[in-house]
């Protein structure tokens, strides 16, 4: 059964990466793509009639109230929030580590989740139905010494993820949190990693349309994935 087709996802940093590849197979499947981007447009890319693009920045508050008010004109309202957008910056030693560091990865991965969730329930909670999705990571179960600041991030999305969770389900909404292990993704830059004992963002994007591709009623709180190669060392 395609529970997709014909429903709108508004996604966060849907350019590249998880983001772009979940929006590309949602098209596939018929869905309605919201893509909310900071550097460039998706639709730059890829031309489809059920695809829109908005420039903005999570952490932005004004850019979030703008690009849902966006959403909504374009395509009357709003099923599933897909939060994805993140920045991952190492702090191998946080004594030397600059407060930049810490505010864009607060900034985005925490106070962008929050913006994102206050104004999707807006539309949400006057028609008791809904899902919102985070993009979460391993790295909000299990601390890396280079990334501290980093997991922190992970840890605070994961805790509103779970309170909000608790908090709407009376109301018909569904929260789910999407964990995946180490991803071969532009999140590692030049740096050295055993990348061919990573997911694929394909992979990621395949588990996110599983979590979305259920009925109305089914719920999944929580999915952790890695690839078995990296969990075997």
Same mark, same amino acid.
């Given at each position: 059964?395609?529970?997709?087709?014909?429903?709108?996802?508004?996604?966060?940093?849907?350019?590249?990466?998880?983001?772009?590849?979940?929006?590309?197979?949602?098209?596939?499947?018929?869905?309605?793509?919201?893509?909310?981007?900071?550097?460039?447009?998706?639709?730059? &890319?890829?031309?489809?009639?059920?695809?829109?693009?908005?420039?903005?920045?999570?952490?932005?508050?004004?850019?979030?109230?703008?690009?849902?008010?966006?959403?909504?004109?374009?395509?009357?309202?709003?099923?599933?929030?897909?939060?994805?957008?993140?920045?991952?910056?190492?702090?191998?030693?946080?004594?030397?580590?600059?407060?930049?560091?810490?505010?864009?990865?607060?900034?985005?991965?925490?106070?962008?989740?929050?913006?994102?969730?206050?104004?999707?329930?807006?539309?949400?909670?006057?028609?008791?139905?809904?899902?919102?999705?985070?993009?979460?990571?391993?790295?909000?179960?299990?601390?890396?010494?280079?990334?501290?600041?980093?997991?922190?991030?992970?840890?605070?999305?994961?805790?509103?993820?779970?309170?909000?969770?608790?908090?709407?389900?009376?109301?018909?909404?569904?929260?789910?949190?999407?964990?995946?292990?180490?991803?071969?993704?532009?999140?590692?830059?030049?740096?050295?990693?055993?990348? &061919?004992?990573?997911?694929?963002? &394909?992979?990621?994007?395949?588990?996110?349309?599983?979590?979305?591709?259920?009925?109305?009623?089914?719920?999944?709180?929580?999915?952790?994935?890695?690839?078995?190669?990296?969990?075997?060392?």
């Amino acid at each position: 059964m395609n529970y997709l087709k014909d429903k709108i996802y508004f996604i966060t940093g849907a350019s590249g990466g998880i983001g772009k590849a979940t929006a590309l197979q949602l098209l596939k499947n018929g869905a309605k793509v919201f893509d909310f981007s900071r550097k460039r447009q998706l639709s730059a &890319e890829v031309s489809h009639e059920n695809l829109h693009s908005f420039r903005g920045d999570v952490s932005v508050e004004s850019d979030v109230i703008n690009g849902f008010q966006n959403c909504i004109e374009r395509f009357g309202t709003i099923d599933c929030l897909i939060n994805n957008a993140g920045v991952g910056l190492i702090s191998p030693d946080l004594s030397t580590t600059e407060l930049d560091i810490y505010d864009q990865m607060i900034n985005v991965n925490m106070r962008g989740v929050f913006l994102c969730n206050r104004e999707v329930l807006k539309v949400m909670k006057p028609k008791k139905q809904g899902h919102i999705v985070t993009v979460i990571s391993m790295a909000g179960q299990r601390t890396n010494p280079t990334a501290p600041i980093y997991a922190a991030s992970k840890f605070g999305a994961r805790g509103l993820s779970s309170g909000l969770a608790d908090q709407v389900i009376k109301e018909g909404i569904k929260v789910t949190d999407v964990n995946p292990g180490p991803t071969d993704s532009d999140y590692w830059g030049d740096r050295t990693v055993p990348r &061919e004992k990573f997911l694929k963002i &394909e992979d990621v994007a395949r588990i996110i349309l599983f979590v979305l591709n259920q009925p109305v009623d089914v719920i999944i709180r929580e999915i952790n994935f890695d690839n078995m190669k990296f969990l075997a060392g």
